[in-house]
Structures are given as structure tokens and as C-alpha cells.
């Protein structure tokens, strides 16, 4: 289940049409059905406001997402927890198009990559043991 299928599950868990959502994070209508149906993705700013406006965390969103993008390996024993898989997971979001190629990460992706990388070296010590 993608980003598009878990942003429709929560509006609809919160009983909210494309369009109110829509006017809760000042976008047009459109932009949500673009979001749910992964042709477009949200800005940084507005895939916040969607986390608040849902009442959603980006561990929520973001489930799956790793296996979508194709990455089903452990990282190597000898790697260090955290740095690998913060690199693997920089160059996926430049592969994708979620951000552009030559273009640094914002703050805010840093922090979300520093938090994902740390959730997944938490499950992949976990598995180790």
C-alpha cells in the first residue's frame, strides 16, 4: 500500500470529502486526488499539513513504502546502523522524483531520513538477534 492509498484510508477514516481536506491545507481539490492517486506527491509543507489535518504520523504514511521502492535487504553486518540506509534511502527519493536531481535535501527531509534510517536499523538489529 502506497503513500496515495494511505492518505485516501485516513481521510476517509476521518470522514473527510477530497475537498474539505482540500480547504483544510489550502490546495485545490485536485491536488488531493493527485496525492491519493500518486501522480503528484505533496510538498514538503503540505505533506505536513496533511499529517496534522488526518491526524497521522509519517510512520503511518510512509508503511510499505521501502518494499514499493524494491528495498528488501538487510544492510551488510559490517555497515554502520543508520548510514547506509540513510544514502540508500537519499538516492531512492532522487530516483523516485521526490526530490530533484542536483538539488540538496531540505532540513525536513534530513530529519525524515534520520528518523526512517533510525526506525530501520531498530528493526534490522532486531532481526539480527
Do not use: C, W
Not at 473527510?16 to 493527485?34: C, F, G, R, W, Y
Not at 531540505?106 to 530501520?120: E, H, N, R, S
Request: hydrophobic share 40%; proline share 4%; charged share 25%.
Amino acid at each position: 500500500m502506497g503513500i496515495g492509498s494511505r492518505l485516501r484510508m485516513a481521510r476517509e477514516r476521518a470522514g473527510l470529502q477530497q475537498k474539505q481536506l482540500a480547504e483544510m491545507i489550502d490546495v485545490a481539490p485536485s491536488s488531493i486526488t493527485n496525492y491519493e492517486n500518486e501522480t503528484s506527491h505533496p510538498k514538503e509543507e503540505k505533506l505536513y499539513a496533511l499529517m496534522k489535518a488526518l491526524d497521522v504520523d509519517a510512520n503511518f504514511l510512509f508503511a510499505g513504502v521501502m518494499e514499493e521502492l524494491g528495498i528488501t535487504e538487510k544492510p551488510p553486518k559490517e555497515s554502520s546502523p543508520g548510514g547506509d540506509i540513510g544514502r540508500q534511502l537519499a538516492e531512492l527519493l532522487f530516483q523516485s522524483g521526490l526530490v530533484a536531481d542536483g538539488h540538496d535535501l531540505t532540513k525536513g527531509q534530513a530529519d525524515a531520513l534520520i528518523g526512517v534510517g533510525a526506525i530501520l536499523s531498530e528493526i534490522f538489529n532486531r532481526d539480527r538477534e
